[in-house]
């Protein structure tokens, strides 16, 4: 089922989740036990990430040598896995940065061969290794290029423009929302801008980055309804369960932990703290609820432990 299709008919609270591919030659063990545990829960949708290559630089008694890291592998194989083993929709990412749109025309075609209907599609980290491009290739530069790519496919349109008797594509498209702005927007009202662009060009529905605090993305969605945004608004939750996190996920996701989380998170001690976290997302999520949104979407990556955690307290 598309998402769009889910989210127009859904009436009962739903989570989703999302993980990311384990690191190559990573254990497919334990990512298969881990999409087990949340099949259990019966979500109608998966999200998979996408990873294109990235530069690392070693320190050798040779001094430093920077050296080119291919891209983690396995969100094709792990969409298919999803889709067709555990009857469970895959949504795929798909990324500008990273990618030539030929590379992408030709996952997508892939994609549409495993039967997989729904992408998120994403700009995506801005990459510390810029592929080169020969001559004839191209690039999408942002997310709202990219949406524009796959609505050409669903009309048949391909990068190769004189092929007879094309068949269109039938891909469900989401874009992702920041209900803090996106880091390098000046402000939200003209994000929400570059927003609509996106939705204009043909996305069905938006899933937001994390938030901690409801009323950033109440306001959002408000502000977004205001700009002519009528598809639906996913929220995207994430659960803390680390002193760490406290830095990490406002260092590399640009969004604020609120006082009252951060001190109650700082007071706790070490083996504490994801109750802490859990506690602090389900009365997230059972607002959200009460305000009528139906879905909610996990940031789940390779740790379902806090899950399993709020799962048992949702009893969904």
Request: net charge negative; charged share 25%.
């Amino acid at each position: 089922m598309k998402v769009s299709d889910f989210l127009q008919n859904n009436k009962s609270p739903k989570i989703s989740f999302e993980i990311i591919p384990p690191l190559r030659g990573g254990n497919i063990a334990e990512l298969l036990e881990i999409i087990n545990q949340l099949a259990a829960y019966n979500p109608p949708f998966i999200d998979v990430t996408s990873h294109p290559a990235e530069v690392i630089y070693d320190e050798t008694p040779n001094g430093v040598l920077r050296k080119v890291k291919r891209k983690r592998p396995g969100t094709l194989g792990i969409c298919a896995l999803i889709q067709n083993k555990y009857n469970i929709d895959a949504v795929p990412h798909i990324l500008c940065n990273g990618f030539t749109k030929e590379e992408t025309e030709d996952f997508l075609i892939e994609l549409r061969y495993l039967g997989i209907q729904n992408v998120l599609a994403l700009r995506g980290d801005e990459p510390s290794f810029k592929k080169p491009v020969s001559l004839g290739r191209s690039v999408n530069n942002y997310a709202v290029d990219l949406v524009k790519q796959i609505m050409d496919l669903n009309n048949g349109v391909y990068l190769e423009k004189d092929l007879l008797n094309a068949e269109k594509t039938d891909f469900c498209v989401g874009v992702a929302g920041y209900p803090e702005k996106h880091f390098e927007a000046p402000n939200l009202s003209i994000d929400i801008e570059h927003l609509k662009e996106k939705v204009d060009a043909g996305a069905s529905y938006i899933v937001t980055q994390m938030f901690f605090d409801n009323k950033k993305f109440l306001d959002f969605v408000e502000m977004s309804k205001a700009k002519g945004i009528n598809v639906p608004i996913i929220p995207g939750i994430k659960i803390l369960s680390t002193k760490t996190q406290l830095t990490s996920i406002p260092k590399n996701f640009y969004i604020d932990i609120p006082d009252e989380l951060a001190n109650e998170v700082m007071e706790a001690k070490n083996e504490h703290v994801l109750e802490v976290g859990v506690n602090w997302a389900l009365k997230q999520i059972e607002e959200l609820f009460n305000h009528g949104y139906n879905l909610i979407h996990f940031y789940v990556m390779l740790n379902p432990k806090p899950i399993k955690l709020i799962m048992d307290k949702l009893k969904l």
